[in-house]
Antibody, heavy 122, light 111 residues
Framework: QLQLQESGPGLVKPSETLSLTCTVSGGSISSGAYNWGWIRQPPGKGLEWIGSISVHGRTWYTPSLKSRVTLSVDMSNNQFSLNLKSVTAADTAVYYC??????????????WGQGTMVTVSS | QSVLTQPPSVSAAPGQKVTISCSGSSSNIGNNYVSWYQQFPGTAPKLLIYDNDQRPPGIPDRFSGSKSGTSGTLGITGLQTGDEADYYCGTWDDNLSAGVVFGGGTKLTVL
């Protein structure tokens, strides 16, 4: 079945750029018009949606992060990626990639990666 | 401060029923579907309910969802100790392209 796996550095210095990749296995990222999403969860806190990207590269971002976030998709490698620039300690969180349960929609995520912890610290 | 409001915690005894509320506004719950997630410590959230009241395959019918106006509700019957987890509601918010919004989460304790 379809699986998602996040990868990237677990430690990022303040003011630098956080870069994560989500690899899709067990199926093609271009199969269906899904909007692939990123969600994060600071330690001990709730879920925060970061944004979504379609296989055609259209993006949607949460307003509070829009100025710092860039999502991209690489269909040849069955991956999509997150770049978050100018990070601070407030960006320390577990980052999840996820797929919604239906095409076109952005919510109701039924497939999640295991999550990757990213710490922002010097 | 989450866009959707959930009680921080609820508790009930094994075998009992519990409900978790999720309050929003006309721009989010009032105009869109509600989803519910279950999350155990150290693991990714799991979709329990989507489109207000639909269960994905494999989710027991002990879990139910409903929506009325600008609020959604998750119900769990026949509580088990294994249901002890954090529960989150989520939906799309039409306001100023806010996107997907979540509640702050509710910790369920099965006494």
């Amino acid at each position: 079945q379809l699986q998602l796996q996040e990868s990237g550095p677990g430690l990022v210095k303040p003011s630098e750029t956080l870069s994560l990749t989500c690899t899709v296995s067990g199926g093609s990222i271009s199969s269906g018009a899904y909007n692939w999403g990123w969600i994060r969860q600071p330690p001990g806190k709730g879920l925060e949606w970061i944004g979504s990207i379609s296989v055609h590269g259209r993006t949607w971002y949460t307003p509070s992060l829009k100025s710092r976030v860039t999502l991209s998709v690489d269909m040849s490698n069955n991956q999509f990626s997150l770049n978050l620039k100018s990070v601070t300690a407030a960006d320390t969180a577990v980052y999840y990639c996820a797929r919604p349960s239906g095409v076109i929609r952005h919510d109701a995520f039924d497939i999640w990666g295991q999550g990757t912890m990213v710490t922002v610290s010097s | 401060q989450s866009v959707l409001t959930q009680p921080p915690s609820v508790s009930a005894a094994p075998g009992q029923k519990v409900t978790i509320s999720c309050s929003g506004s006309s721009s989010n719950i009032g105009n869109n579907y509600v989803s519910w997630y279950q999350q155990f410590p150290g693991t990714a959230p799991k979709l329990l309910i989507y489109d207000n009241d639909q269960r994905p395959p494999g989710i027991p019918d002990r879990f139910s969802g409903s929506k009325s106006g600008t609020s959604g509700t998750l119900g769990i019957t026949g509580l088990q100790t294994g249901d002890e987890a954090d529960y989150y509601c989520g939906t799309w918010d039409d306001n100023l392209s806010a996107g997907v919004v979540f509640g702050g989460g509710t910790k369920l304790t099965v006494l």
